[in-house]
């Protein structure tokens, strides 16, 4: 016989087991549910995690940086210098001697100044330099700026396209699991269709040939829906990867509803699109790229000085101590051609961009116009799906009575089981496709933000420094 001892439960035991509980949980962690994402929720994780937005806003700030760099060439440069000096060179020992304060009367002697001993020389120097006429500097920091400005705005148009995709992913995860309930839907009904036939073949109101074709629409219907899996799980991991994540995600059921607006406003948004925008400002660089190149035939002047210490023995020492102001001017007069091969490339240069420019607008207009062209089929083919599947449901049920009543054969009705089951999928693929196609008028348009009502948030970025 078991017997069952009662134990009595002690502070200490008490504890023991609590350890032991937590511990079990730091081992054994409890696996969190998937994230569900509604679809702004997701556009927005994915405008602070994506990679590939990280990556231009690194860009960007680079850009900043570049900008500091071109301004720095118009500051003064201050610098600071120790060199130290061996020699029996009779002019740098007579200069040293000098700059030490130590020199004398016998150093005028013949022989010392043709042969003098070997000396030592600590130098210390603390000096500065000042542009004062640095015209390509100028306009390097001008094109600097230019350039990041063109960046910032590529940023956002970089957010607006990762936006459109996270949207797009979005949708096909919505329509996958659409697809998958309805292949599961498909399968529930290719079970009933068996039982159906099994049970007329046992009444003998059947064939054996109809169970059999019952059961191989069973398996095709098995085979549709690990299809549908597989895509499912796809879709959930792409757009896990868009948002930045190593994982999947799921979307929430809620399903936004987006307003068309006139194509006259898509139209006048577009005129104004960010990589257009980016474009116009590089061109404009283009062309300061040849003034820049100009700029080679002035001279560059600025000023200079600094404070000198020398000392025979010690670094840093000050036996001789001296100062000096320095101004010059400096004009390149001939440098081999170099400047009027630059000067002529930055021409072909500035009309490239223009013509990459022109090209951009004319794109944009094409895309814009495929935009609203295919608005429209996925309209009219929205409401065809939804015509199809109420012919399909309807003729389903007709042939599913028909074969009750032995009118008519197994085949007909698998084959309408076929058709209801695709018009099931489609219908919620051409609603998401629908949904998919106004929002890309958003995005050829530049628009897209302002449709998902997330513009504040998504355009902010850094000013020109």
Not at 113 to 123: E, F, H, K, S, T
Not at 240 to 249: F, I, P, R, T
Not at 287 to 299: C, F, S, V
């Amino acid at each position: 016989m078991l017997r069952i001892h009662h134990v009595k439960s002690t502070p200490g035991f008490a504890l023991l087991l609590i350890l032991t509980f937590f511990l079990l949980l730091t081992v054994f962690p409890v696996q969190a549910g998937e994230r569900k994402f509604p679809l702004t929720g997701a556009v927005r994780y994915a405008l602070e995690h994506n990679n590939e937005i990280r990556a231009a806003e690194s860009s960007v700030a680079a850009k900043k940086d570049d900008v500091g760099l071109a301004r720095s060439q118009l500051l003064p440069k201050v610098f600071f210098e120790e060199r130290y000096l061996r020699t029996n060179n009779p002019t740098y020992a007579f200069m040293a001697k000098l700059n030490q304060g130590h020199f004398t009367q016998q150093d005028f002697a013949i022989d010392s100044l043709n042969n003098p001993n070997p000396i030592d020389d600590y130098q210390t120097q603390f000096g500065f330099e000042q542009p004062l006429f640095v015209p390509k500097a100028w306009v390097g920091l001008d094109l600097s700026k230019r350039e990041f400005e063109a960046g910032r705005i590529e940023l956002i148009r970089k957010k607006e396209e990762i936006a459109f995709r996270v949207c797009c992913a979005w949708f096909n995860v919505h329509t996958t699991k659409a697809q998958l309930a309805a292949a599961e839907k498909g399968v529930a009904d290719a079970l009933e269709h068996y039982r159906i036939a099994k049970l007329r073949y046992e009444a003998d109101l059947g064939m054996v040939a109809d169970t059999l074709r019952a059961n191989t629409a069973l398996a095709e219907a098995k085979q549709r829906k690990v299809t549908a899996e597989k895509q499912y799980n796809l879709s959930r991991r792409m757009l896990g990867l868009l948002l930045g994540l190593n994982d999947s995600v799921d979307v929430s059921d809620e399903m936004p509803d987006f307003e068309v607006r006139r194509m006259e406003d898509y139209t006048k948004a577009s005129l104004e699109r960010n990589d257009v925008r980016s474009l116009a400002l590089r061109r404009e660089n283009a062309e300061k790229n040849i003034r820049l190149a100009e700029m080679d035939y002035l001279p560059y002047a600025g000023v200079g000085g600094g404070m000198q210490w020398n000392d025979p023995s010690h670094p840093f020492g000050g036996d001789g101590d001296s100062w000096q102001i320095t101004a010059f001017l400096r004009w390149n007069l001939f440098d081999g051609t170099r400047r009027e091969y630059e000067h002529s490339k930055a021409k072909h240069q500035a009309r490239q961009a223009m013509e990459h420019l022109q090209g951009m607008k004319n794109a944009v207009t094409y895309g814009l116009y495929q935009a609203q062209l295919g608005l429209e089929e996925a309209k009219a083919n929205l409401e065809l799906a939804r015509e199809a599947q109420k012919t399909a449901e309807e003729g389903r049920r007709l042939v599913q009575m028909r074969y009750e009543n032995a009118f008519s054969p197994i085949v007909d009705l698998l084959d309408a089981q076929v058709v209801l089951d695709r018009a099931r999928a489609g219908l919620v693929s051409r609603e998401n496709e629908y949904r998919i196609a106004i929002l890309n008028l958003g995005w050829e348009s530049g628009t897209i933000f302002k449709d998902l009502g997330i513009a504040e948030n998504a355009e902010k970025s850094e000013e020109i420094p």
